[in-house]
């Protein structure tokens, strides 16, 4: 065997510039990954001497690596030619060429190659009947060429293949597919595809897409992103159909404005109502600052007899100005109150009521930062309309380590409370709330003490003289916390555990001062769970600071495994009332014979192998009655695998209204291939169904598709807006069809994730509870 170094023939693997690897973004698992036939991989294993993986990182740069080239034959007259016959190899780093017979010509700096002609480098491998290639331009041409992308799906054949002198990539008579070459569901052909390597995009003429071998599309010309940047195009449609919409079908077109800007357009067309036009714009403004944009309109919706017109504007903003600035904003309106419920919108779901209205800036340094915002709410349905704030600042300062072990903090607040009925009262707050807090902690416990004064201040204009001009209002408060962490070895149905036990206990007094001359601008009850108990205020704002002396008990119990994985866990509170509060939300008298609040107990538990239970409950031992509560139980075997069966219950949710509701879900495999997602949920009060789904997904290496059945409740709000729809709708019925065509402009793999939040009760919160 001759072997020797031609440094001389390094312009022979000027294929590595092509940039083939970039033109289709598809990636995949493992599984997924088209590889060269056997007989490709065997003798490139042959020629590299290795088993290297061609996508393994090298170690040095291939463009100055030293050419190796081995031959069972070779002749060469020096500055003439040189011919390499039987077995040619040539290897530059991670480059490598395999051929029957190679000849070298110097004199025309040609190099030719045939016979059993493979090149592969770390980025793709290609197969061909014969290589030239031309030094002087360095343009390389391969005839009858198949080529493979290094742990990509991607992979097709072209007639001739050619390389020019700008490292452009001409591709004549061609195709590629994501799919395997034993089931090729989808294949693109094309008579021409040009890549420009320095615009990254490239041209198609004569693009036809044939699905199960079957013709369906055919464009004359076409452009598609070469690289990871963006590139305009119409993205894949959606079909669907429901009782109320009709037949929808959705098109969507992404337009790359620029680096810094990019907008999608679709038009929806509902049999039912008309063209849904819907534009969202995005926008970067600096590496630091970004934004939407959106706005959707349908003119003269066909369902309402007045055919109105509906509309939606929504404008985000985001970011930083500087190390230290901050700016947010944020604001949405729409033409009516069911604008969600009837139309699939882009920015919301039809569960959400509240419309945000916030612009925001912030200037922080290392121990305060200092704020201006204003904020406006929108509630869909409902006849009180929340107060604007317009504007409040805000000041907060921290200095921790005071002295003698304590840390200082402080909060101010100048608030104007505006309203847009001029018949409400209006108030402009200012507060202040220094504290100072001494915190002791070690490995196996914690103790804080928190000394705070809440100073108020408010000048208030009601109309029906039914408030106070003016309020000083003063409170102190006092809170003690402390914690402990125990733990010890012990067996749980004969399996080894360590259980930890930790007990907590907080004193909370905080003075009492009449605040029913102070009108109600952002304050609510909170909800109190186990850990809700250990606040140190029963409502949310500062409209109303509950008066307490209290005592707070709580204990929660952890099992750990060998593994130190947490298999379960018990927590148990209650707050022992000293005192009974005076303070509410409506100034009403308190129920004085109360002493203590609801018995909060959570439970989590790994019962046996896949198996998980989960549950909280309020229970009222005064009135032994529980006051809300909530149960699942779960079987998750694989992160695909789901069934569950859920149940929660509230009494007096609203207007004497309870809530007992029961559901399934369940995410199965019927094959590896094929994955169900379906719930159900069913109103116990009121004998009827709330909400039934059920979707079909299947899935393979280079497409998707996705069936789906969908009945549900709908929210139907009282619109002044729009005339009234009689009856409308209580219940809504949908059936819904994607599809997705992997490396050919398809969003990518439809996750069974997505298919778990479809609907009113997301997976791992279909129990969430909130008045």
Known sequence: MHRRQLNTLQWVLILSALPIRSVFAADSDNHCRVLPPPKVLQKLEQTTNTQTDPQAPNSEDDAQAPIQVSAEKSDAVLGDYAEFNGNVRFNQGNRHISADNARVDQQSERLDASGNLIFADKMFTITAESLTAEVATNEATLSQASYWLNGKQIHGDAEQLQVTAESDLILNGTNFTTCPPESQSWLLEAQKIEIDSSEAWGKIWGAKLRLWDVPVFYMPYMTIPV????????????????????????????????????AT?????????????????RYLAGEDQRGQINIEYLPDDRKLATKPDRYLYHFNHSGKINEDWRVLASFTDVSDNNYFNDLKSDVSRSTDNQLMRVGEVSYFQPNWNVSAKVQDIKVLGENEVPHQVMPQLTYTYNQPA???????????????????????????????????????QTPSGSLIGEVKLMQTFYEQNDPMRQLNESVSRTIPQVRIHGKMNLERDTTWFEAPYRQTLEPQMQYLYVGYQDQSGIGLYDTGLLYDDYYG?????RFSGLDRIADANQITLGVTSRWFDEANVEAGKISLGQIQYLRNSRVSLTNEVQDQSVSSSALA???????????????????????????????????????????????????????EVDISQAGVRAAWPIREDLHFVGNFYYDMRLKRAVETYAGFQYESCCWAIRLAYRHYLKTNYEDPNLPPISPRETFESGIYLNFVIKGLGGSGPLGISDMLDEGLFNYRRPLYLKN
């Open 227 to 262: 690289s990871d940047q963006r590139k305009s195009g119409f993205l894949f449609p959606s079909l669907s159909t429901s009782t109320t919409n009709g037949v929808e079908v959705a098109l969507p077109y992404y337009w790359n404005i620029s680096p810094q800007f990019d």
């Open 265 to 281: 357009i679709t038009p929806h067309v509902m049999t039912n109502r008309g063209l849904f036009l819907k534009t969202e714009f």
């Open 402 to 440: 005071l002295g003698y072990g304590t840390d200082f903090e402080f909060y101010s607040e100048m608030t104007n409370f505006a309203h847009r009925d001029s018949g409400m009262n209006t108030a402009t707050r200012l507060h202040f709330e220094p504290t100072v807090r001494l915190p002791y």
């Open 533 to 537: 108990l250990f606040r140190d205020r």
């Open 601 to 655: 107990a959570e439970f989590d538990f790994r019962l046996v192998n896949d198996w998980y239970w989960s549950s909280a409950v309020q229970y009222n031992t005064t009135f032994r009655s529980v006051a809300r509560g909530q149960t699942s139980l779960d079987f998750r075997p694989h992160t695909n695998k789901l069934f569950q069966l859920n149940y929660r219950y509230v009494p007096d949710i609203a207007d």
